[in-house]
């Protein structure tokens, strides 16, 4: 549909000057005037052959049509290759042209010297510098594909390389973690199991806090387990009940054991087909704002919330105010900083932060569904902490601009002259 649109405006453009300025040959003018609108189309299938075919129309006396050739040259050498065979197109065009030019002269008599130099001129303007201009240009495509390839190759690379140091680290942390805690709360479970058994025997009314030591060193081992899984990416392991409205339930029930006014708002029809490890997040979510609240607003209402959308689920842990301000706890925000890793990774977002009205609410939504395996680099970038980290892949141009602001300014300074030939050319056929 362009091509056609092109050709029609070039038969306009040649045919159209007839009538008011009429030519001594209107046949042959309309004749070269249908002839370059053929070229147009037959650029991109046949660039040689509509390069040689533009001679008839520099040698013609159709100016109109002429002004038409350095496009076409252009863009035809442009799709010429190898470079060789390119300029041997081009000098045949050229000669063509001169001799074709001094083949209608010499009908009419012996052309002068002055009439070979501007058949010479001509030639230089509508032939050579075109196909040079055409030549820098179609040379700068393969460099810029090549360039874009290589930037992408090297980007992948880097984001590879980042990933393997990553997991390398991670493994190397969840070795440590497994061999020194694990190690340690084995022990400590061990000895609950003996100290439980001995108090139901010696000291009964101890066996309570002696089974409560135990069970607490139980799931400690089963809770470093997940933190060891999630560390070496083994997101398929089933995380139980967790993330369900009876472990939520447990968990606010607690809190209350515990001395806090919690309560559960469950807002799902009906059990929640989540993804294990959304299960596990908001289990991690629910736990972590009970658990703050109770140690920064102690005796404040506490509410946790519960909320299916379909795609995501939303879970709320929301304090009021302490009815006695609390002393500044020594924290270190460890804790969310770990819930903002644990849910980024699953696609998720997390919100923590002091109410205007008093108190604290922690919040997070995430994906029913999160990808498999998660996808790093989709991760909002920011600032790391010496430098670390992976950034987004850098822009295609950031390598390839220089390269084609050189060829494409190179490629216009060719086409000046042969710009500023047309437009005289121009002029003089309309003075004329």
């Known amino acids: 549909m362009t091509e056609s649109v092109l050709a029609g405006l070039v038969l306009l453009c040649s045919l159209a ?21 053929l070229l147009v189309p037959a650029r991109r299938m046949y660039p040689a052959l509509t390069v040689l075919g533009c001679v008839p129309v520099i040698a013609g006396n159709n100016v109109w049509a ?17 470079v060789r065979r390119a300029w041997a197109v081009v000098g045949a065009n050229s000669a063509g042209a001169v001799l074709m030019s001094i083949a209608a002269q010499s009908l009419s008599g012996l ?18 510098l075109p196909a040079l201009s055409g030549m820098v240009t179609g040379r700068r495509r393969p460099l810029t594909g090549l360039l874009r390839e290589r930037n992408a190759y090297l980007e992948q690379t880097r ?19 497994h061999d020194l805690l694990g190690h340690r709360i084995s022990l400590i479970s061990m000895h609950a199991g003996a100290l439980q058994l001995a108090a139901e025997r010696q000291a009964p009314p101890l066996a309570s806090q002696a089974e409560l030591l135990h069970t607490t060193a139980k799931t400690a081992m089963d809770e470093l387990r997940g933190i ?36 559960l708002h469950w807002n799902a029809a009906g059990p929640t087909n989540a993804d294990a490890r959304t299960r596990q997040a908001v289990h991690r979510v629910t736990r972590e704002g009970l658990t703050n609240a109770l140690k920064h607003a102690s005796g404040a209402p506490v509410r946790v919330t519960f909320q299916d959308e379909g795609d995501t689920v939303v879970v709320a842990v929301i304090n009021d105010a302490p009815p006695v301000p609390c002393p500044p706890g020594d924290g270190n925000r460890s804790g969310l900083v770990g819930l903002q890793e ?17 108190g604290f609410a922690l919040s997070a939504r995430i994906p029913v569904r999160p990808d498999t395996p998660p996808v790093y680099a989709t991760s909002p970038a920011g600032p790391v902490s010496g430098g670390a980290g992976s950034r987004p892949p850098l822009s295609t141009e950031v390598l390839t601009w220089p390269r084609l602001l050189g ?3 190179a490629a216009l300074l060719v086409l000046l002259p042969t ?10 056929a309309v003075l004329h």
Do not use: K
């Not at 052309?111 to 050579?128: E, K, N, S, W």
């Not at 710009?419 to 003089?428: D, K, P, Q, S």
């Open 159 to 177: 984001f590879l390389t980042d990933e393997a140091a990553r997991t390398e680290e991670r493994a190397r942390i969840a070795a440590e973690m």
């Open 228 to 263: 060891l899984g999630v560390l070496r990416h083994q997101f398929g392991e089933d995380s139980g009940e967790r993330g369900t409205r009876e472990d939520l339930s447990a968990l606010v029930a607690d809190s209350r054991n515990a001395g806090a006014d919690a309560t």
């Open 419 to 428: 710009i500023g030939g047309t437009i005289a050319l121009l002029i003089m």
């Open 342 to 358: 644990r849910i980024s990774l699953l696609g998720g977002a997390l919100h923590a932060g002091p109410r205007p009205e008093g």
């Open 407 to 409: 060829g494409g300014c």
């Open 17 to 37: 000057p007839v009538p008011l300025i009429p030519p001594a040959h209107p046949v042959a003018v309309a004749l070269l005037g249908a002839w370059a609108a």
């Open 66 to 82: 002429m002004v038409v050739v350095p496009c076409v040259v252009w863009s035809a050498v442009r799709r010429i290759t190898p």
């Open 111 to 128: 052309p002068t010297m002055p009439y070979l130099v501007a058949g010479a001129g001509v030639a230089a303007l509508f032939i050579l």
